[in-house]
């Protein structure tokens, strides 16, 4: 079966730090994936997709930036956080039946101080 | 483009009571229809989901039926219980006409409480 793992489910960190979470995917071959962010607990905003290795699509311009090494690896980065950076972020992986929707990850609280 | 209109929450309501939270698309197409729950502090899980018109999605005492004529997907529970406080997302996926990474499109959430 499949299952997505992503860590680490909570982070404290300074403003300007880096950062990097990541997420991956076992049991499935070049899944979809995208990297979401939920402020306030409510409204998700689709911040990265990723269709293959190396191919990654970015919905809203800002400070952070994501990749993908490998076919079941996405990784959220930013060389230098901002407070408004803060959130809970979420990865998630969707296969190409049409009649499937995604599969999220636990998602990792961040809180930049 | 598509989009996804839910009721503004919260909704309270005493344990026992019906419940229904509304959700309304525009898309082109025939599109797939999904209702996710999120816990409070986890990741969103698939509730249920319907595929073509006059489907109906259900799983744990949860139901939605897929009304194109109306383009609803309205979630239904005949009596909550506390444990179903949570918020609940309504999602489209746009039909296969392949690009655009296959990603849902989601409203913006309904914060349910259920109180003894």
């Known amino acids: 079966s499949q299952t997505i793992h992503q860590w680490p489910a909570t982070l404290v960190q300074p403003v300007g730090s880096p950062l990097s979470l990541e997420c991956t995917v076992e049991?499935?071959?070049?899944?979809?994936l995208y990297w979401y962010r939920q402020a306030a607990g409510r409204g998700l905003q689709l911040l990265f997709y990723?269709?293959?290795?190396?191919?990654i699509s970015s919905e809203v311009p800002q400070n952070l930036s994501a990749s993908r090494p490998q076919d079941r690896q996405f990784i959220l980065s930013s060389k230098k956080l901002l407070l408004s950076d803060s959130g809970f972020y979420l990865c998630a992986w969707r296969g190409f039946s049409f009649g499937n929707g995604y599969t999220f990850g636990s998602g990792t609280r961040l809180t930049v101080v | 483009g598509n989009s996804v209109t839910q009721m503004e929450g919260p909704v309270t309501l005493s344990e026992e009571a019906f419940l229904t939270i509304n959700c309304t698309y525009t898309a082109t197409g025939y599109p797939s229809l999904f209702w996710y729950v999120q816990y409070p502090g986890e990741g969103l899980q698939l509730l249920l989901k319907a595929t073509k018109a006059d489907d109906k999605g259900s799983n744990k005492g949860f139901e939605a039926t897929y009304r194109k004529e109306t383009t609803s997907f309205h979630l239904e529970k005949g009596s909550v219980q506390v444990s179903d406080s949570a918020v609940y997302f309504c999602?489209?996926?746009?039909?296969?006409?392949?690009?655009?990474?296959?990603?849902?499109?989601f409203g913006t959430g309904t914060q349910l409480k259920v109180e003894l």
């Open positions: 049991g499935t071959s070049n899944p979809n």
């Open positions: 990723s269709v293959g290795i190396g191919q």
């Open positions: 999602a489209l996926s746009p039909s296969p006409v392949g690009g655009g990474g296959n990603k849902l499109t």
